[in-house]
T-cell receptor, first 112, second 114 residues
Framework: DAKTTQPPSMDCAEGRAANLPCNHSTISGNEYVYWYRQIHSQGPQYIIHGLKNNETNEMASLIITEDRKSSTLILPHATLRDTAVYYCIVRVDDNQGGKLIFGQGTELSVKP | NAGVTQTPKFQVLKTGQSMTLQCAQDMNHNSMYWYRQDPGMGLRLIYYSASEGTTDKGEVPNGYNVSRLNKREFSLRLESAAPSQTSVYFC?????????????FGPGTRLTVT
């Protein structure tokens, strides 16, 4: 699976959009981009995933560049409860049980 | 619908002791996983089970064994605990097919080995 690079930390003002970048320059054509987050001491929580097209759900939007070498997770109106570590993961679409390889993630601090 | 449950929540072991961490899911998922998370680090995959009856090694399998007891339950065993195994252990499950690889995580077991 391709390696991802994320900034170690970011700050965001409450109510503003949080834009979390991820580089995955070695991504292959059959690899998906997944985002999870981990609020302090809890198990990680799935946010969103995509292959080529931009995706949106009730939690966030995922923007993937045309060359697929990078992506951005957007939390449109960040709240204090969005303070967490956000993980960008690239994984192959296979039948091997969907295992994920987590990196270090980005620690997002939402400030009042 | 409890999701993914893990027992115990906390455990302290002495070096050389053995124990089994239990994990169960009630979502009829095919795949189950065990991860460990050391302080300030991301999660690392220990073992996974793509489907009932199969298990495979992840990134850091040494010192651990697993059993997929049935579709619901996936246990992790430490035969001879070492201080390096002090960590938070998370179990997860997913449908495991191409339609959905979303993983659901349990609350974690905090293990200290002295």
């Amino acid at each position: 699976d391709a390696k991802t690079t994320q900034p170690p930390s970011m700050d965001c003002a409450e109510g503003r959009a949080a834009n979390l970048p991820c580089n995955h320059s070695t991504i292959s054509g059959n690899e998906y981009v997944y985002w999870y987050r981990q609020i302090h001491s809890q198990g990680p929580q799935y946010i969103i995933h995509g292959l080529k097209n931009n995706e949106t759900n009730e939690m966030a939007s995922l923007i993937i560049t045309e060359d697929r070498k990078s992506s951005t997770l957007i939390l449109p109106h960040a709240t204090l409860r969005d303070t967490a570590v956000y993980y960008c993961i690239v994984r192959v679409d296979d039948n091997q049980g969907g295992k994920l390889i987590f990196g270090q993630g980005t620690e997002l601090s939402v400030k009042p | 619908n409890a999701g993914v449950t893990q027992t115990p929540k906390f455990q302290v072991l002495k070096t050389g002791q053995s124990m089994t961490l239990q994990c169960a899911q009630d979502m009829n998922h095919n795949s189950m996983y065990w991860y460990r998370q050391d302080p300030g680090m991301g999660l690392r995959l220990i073992y996974y089970s793509a489907s009932e009856g199969t298990t495979d090694k992840g990134e850091v399998p040494n010192g651990y064994n697993v059993s997929r007891l049935n579709k619901r339950e996936f246990s992790l065993r430490l035969e001879s605990a070492a201080p390096s195994q002090t960590s938070v252990y998370f179990c997860a499950s997913s449908l495991g097919d191409r339609s959905s690889y979303e993983q659901y995580f349990g609350p974690g077991t905090r293990l200290t080995v002295t």
